[in-house]
């Protein structure tokens, strides 16, 4: 080849690879400004929050919703824990989502202090939360190409609820910080944590528990002081992010007893989640799924990982210093692996 034709075909491969890099790069990453685009959305003037109509077997109401980001391909749901808690527990989001250019949605409940708290307890059943999620969704339009349901703690039962009877809605479901059964809950609970506290302590929280004296300060006081700091969320009280506070205060504790019942120490009395158990119908679930489990959790992180092991296309990640907020006492290795599942989904377009 003469060095006129050598220099032309060099030309051209350059341009080739130049051309095709623009095009991937446009394909595959969102500018700023295409991030933060509201005109798809039309939800401009409230600054991405929403108020959605729910209808229920005991009237409409409507709850609270704010979008962050816009991504066609990659939008995440979070679902609250409680019940009765707040979106205000997962602010940590915003400051990992963005910068992957994740699309994603704060949201309350209905009973949560930013949407609408009817005083009718027979709402507060996890076959009508499931539909109020559907609900949502379609209001949304979250659909089976981008649709991420994340949940933790009560919202992770709330998320394999919805997935066993919706899941062809989704695109990928996460799963943290909730095992698939209560009674296993409990048994973790009364053999492995229980004994780990000072035995004077165990000893005065459960003459309280025994006589159900459940509001007495004093019983709140060594909850907090020995059994959140160390399985809820492992920082001292007094260096809790403000948003945990914020989401205390605002809990709501019609819907918390009614479905969790009165007791900081398991689930307990007639409370209406205490015998849910769907350990027998995780293999239906066939969506990629994302189980993460903390080594201090409430929860066994071994049942974490076995439940990544039953639905039909499981991950499981591993947050070895987090407890049941991972979100912040485990939050470089909590959002590295929760976004590193979100992306691999994406790309290899398993659904």
């Not at 962050?68 to 707040?86: D, F, Q």
């Not at 992957?100 to 076959?127: A, M, N, R, T, V």
């Amino acid at each position: 080849m003469n060095t006129k034709n050598y220099f032309y075909v060099l030309v051209l491969l350059l341009s080739f690879s130049c051309k095709t890099e623009v095009k991937e790069t446009e394909c595959n990453e969102l500018t700023v400004k295409e991030y933060h685009n509201p005109e798809p959305h039309g939800d401009q003037f409230t600054g991405g929050i929403k108020m959605i109509p729910i209808t229920t077997p005991k009237g409409e109401f409507k709850v609270w919703t704010k979008r962050i980001g816009s991504n066609p391909k990659m939008k995440v749901l979070l679902l609250h824990g409680g019940p009765g808690m707040t979106h205000e527990i997962y602010e940590s989001f915003s400051g990992y989502f963005p910068q992957e250019g994740i699309e994603f949605y704060y949201y309350d409940q209905l009973g949560s202090y930013y949407s609408d708290q009817p005083k009718d307890l027979s709402l507060w059943e996890l076959d009508r939360f499931v539909e109020e999620v559907e609900q949502v969704r379609q209001a949304l339009g979250l659909n089976k190409n981008n649709f991420y349901l994340f949940g933790q703690s009560w919202g992770g039962i709330l998320g394999l609820e919805y997935a066993l009877k919706y899941q062809e809605h989704l695109k990928g479901l996460i799963i943290s910080n909730m095992v698939s059964s209560i009674p296993e809950y409990q048994k973790y609970s009364d053999e492995v944590l229980a004994p780990q506290l000072p035995k004077d302590v165990l000893n005065e929280i459960m003459s309280y528990e025994n006589n159900e004296d459940y509001t007495n300060q004093r019983y709140l006081d060594l909850i907090v002081e020995h059994y959140y700091t160390a399985h809820v969320i492992r920082m001292p009280v007094s260096k809790w992010p403000n948003s945990i506070n914020r989401g205390f205060n605002h809990l709501n504790p019609d819907v918390y007893v009614t479905m969790q019942g009165p007791s900081e120490f398991g689930i307990k009395g007639d409370a209406r989640l205490k015998k849910w158990d769907v350990r027998d119908r995780l293999k239906e679930i066939e969506v990629p799924t994302l189980t993460i489990g903390a080594q201090f959790d409430t929860m066994d992180p071994k049942h974490m990982e076995w439940m990544s092991q039953e639905v039909q296309n499981g991950t499981y990640l591993h947050c070895p210093n987090g407890s049941h907020l991972s979100q912040y006492d485990d939050q470089k290795v909590f959002f590295k692996g929760l976004i590193d599942f979100i992306k691999r989904v994406d790309s290899e377009d398993i659904n």
